[in-house]
């Protein structure tokens, strides 16, 4: 049996009152920071930096959690060592970005961080074949990213079980996360795909319920 861990994405959360919204994630059973890096260049949409990720590890820290940053960034070799600094345990770089790939997540390895790879929805993962051996988490993409709130798109449930596939046929323990659209609703399916990490920004932040009920309504068996 795979550990199944809720990663809520900071993207959707109110940031009058952050710490406090991650916290309350958090106490209710989330035991990842999920935190999107947007450049306006990559996505269309721009969010935020290393400032963010510094601010956010004491809370993370105090309650045993892992922070997860997304790079949708082009270049990301250029600001990882930042984003080390400030705190990240896993810096995940987009296969799109990289022509250098392997070099870049050795260089986030260099820097005591734990690399992922992921790939957009069009992206085939035969692009991951000869990087699966030095990641420790491949991120499926399951909207386009660039945004929160948009829709799961269907047949990344056959991605993810193929990936499944490739990870176990090397015998890799990386953790394979999912990102885009997932909801109480969906995420037994993606579960039973082969995913070890959900992604879930709106369903966490957003909506009349409390954070505490979203998180809640997740890890209910
Ligand atoms: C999309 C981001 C996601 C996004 C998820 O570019 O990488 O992390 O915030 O948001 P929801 O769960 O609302 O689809
Ligand atoms: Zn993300």
């Known amino acids: 049996m795979r550990t199944i861990h809720l990663a809520p994405s900071i993207l959707s959360a109110d940031f009058t009152c952050l710490g406090a919204q991650v916290e309350e994630a958090l106490v209710a059973g989330a035991d990842y920071v999920h935190v999107d890096v947007m450049d306006g260049h990559f996505v269309p949409n721009i969010t935020i930096g290393p400032l963010i990720v510094e601010a956010l590890r004491p809370v993370a820290v105090r309650h045993g959690a892992v922070?997860?940053?997304?790079?949708?960034?082009?270049?990301?070799?250029?600001?990882?060592a930042d984003f080390a600094r400030a705190g990240a345990d896993i810096l995940t770089v987009h296969v799109e970005t990289c022509?250098?790939?392997h070099r870049t997540v050795q260089a986030i390895r260099e820097l005591g961080v734990r690399p992922g790879v992921t790939l957009n929805p069009a992206t085939s993962l035969s692009t991951l074949e000869e990087i699966?051996?030095?990641?420790?988490?491949?991120?499926i993409m399951s909207v386009n990213p660039g945004f929160g709130g948009q829709s799961y798109i269907g047949p990344s449930t056959d991605k993810i079980r193929r990936l499944r596939a490739m990870l176990d046929a090397i015998g890799s323990a990386a953790e394979l996360e999912v990102d885009g659209?997932?909801?109480?609703?969906?995420?037994?399916?993606?579960?039973?795909?082969?995913?070890?990490?959900?992604?879930?920004?709106?369903?966490?932040?957003?909506?009349?319920?409390?954070?505490?009920?979203?998180?809640?309504?997740f890890l209910r068996p």
């Open 67 to 80: 922070v997860d940053v997304h790079l949708m960034i082009e270049k990301p070799e250029r600001y990882l």
């Open 99 to 101: 022509p250098h790939l």
């Open 132 to 139: 699966l051996p030095f990641v420790d988490l491949v991120l």
């Open 181 to 217: 659209g997932i909801k109480p609703g969906n995420a037994p399916e993606i579960v039973a795909a082969g995913a070890t990490v959900l992604v879930a920004g709106s369903a966490v932040f957003g909506g009349p319920r409390t954070i505490a009920e979203n998180v809640a309504a």
